[in-house]
T-cell receptor
Framework: SQKIEQNSEALNIQEGKTATLTCNYTNYSPAYLQWYRQDPGRGPVFLLLIRENEKEKRKERLKVTFDTTLKQSLFHITASQPADSATYLCALYNQGGKLIFGQGTELSVKP | DTAVSQTPKYLVTQMGNDKSIKCEQNLGHDTMYWYKQDSKKFLKIMFSYNNKELIINETVPNRFSPKSPDKAHLNLHINSLELGDSAVYFC?????????????FGSGTRLTVV
């Protein structure tokens, strides 16, 4: 079955550094991969979508890469700020046409 | 202007009761979804409707019944609530259900069954 794995351990970094989160998937080849942010007590918020023929995509301080050979996406936040502290989820469509989510990685940016 | 709104935000009820959660989106999207987020924060899809038609029905107990009176609304009715139903339920919508669009989520309904 298709699986998505994100680092379940929380990531703690210092303000101003670059945060890098990893999303690995197995057993299928998605055409798109999405990243969301979730704050406590709130619903996930869509951040970025990257297509399989795009190696990299940027949006302000965010950068996403998509390596279909490694079956991996990396999510980078440059010049991180305490306000970036949240849980970040990657998601992709499985073969059944359903958007499935990883378990998320909690990011904590310390001032 | 809330894009996807769900009510109530909190729901505490006793085992065996029947309850409903309502969801409305004002984005003009064709597809709506219900997701369940358990205590381990895993988001799992339950149902998907496209323009009032059921598209996805995951392995969910029959006690859960979605209803879509129009494409802007998707409600979730739960019969005979059990302790294990306690979770946060999220409604979401997307433009047309295809892979090229992100989802817009509501703020969630925290259901506690006691």
């Amino acid at each position: 079955s298709q699986k998505i794995e994100q680092n379940s351990e929380a990531l703690n970094i210092q303000e101003g550094k670059t945060a890098t989160l990893t999303c690995n998937y197995t057993n299928y080849s998605p055409a798109y991969l999405q990243w969301y942010r979730q704050d406590p007590g709130r619903g996930p918020v869509f951040l970025l979508l990257i297509r399989e023929n795009e190696k990299e995509k940027r949006k302000e301080r965010l950068k996403v890469t998509f390596d279909t050979t490694l079956k991996q996406s990396l999510f980078h936040i440059t010049a991180s700020q305490p306000a970036d502290s949240a849980t970040y989820l990657c998601a992709l469509y499985n073969q059944g046409g359903k958007l499935i989510f990883g378990q998320g990685t909690e990011l904590s940016v310390k001032p | 202007d809330t894009a996807v709104s769900q009510t109530p935000k909190y729901l505490v009820t006793q085992m065996g009761n029947d309850k409903s959660i309502k969801c409305e989106q004002n984005l003009g999207h064709d597809t709506m979804y219900w997701y369940k987020q358990d205590s381990k924060k895993f988001l799992k899809i339950m149902f998907s409707y496209n323009n009032k038609e059921l598209i996805i029905n995951e392995t969910v107990p029959n006690r859960f019944s979605p209803k879509s009176p129009d494409k802007a609304h998707l409600n979730l009715h739960i019969n005979s609530l059990e302790l294990g139903d306690s979770a946060v339920y999220f409604c979401a919508s997307s433009q047309d259900g295809s892979e090229g669009y992100g989802y817009t989520f509501g703020s969630g309904t925290r259901l506690t069954v006691v």
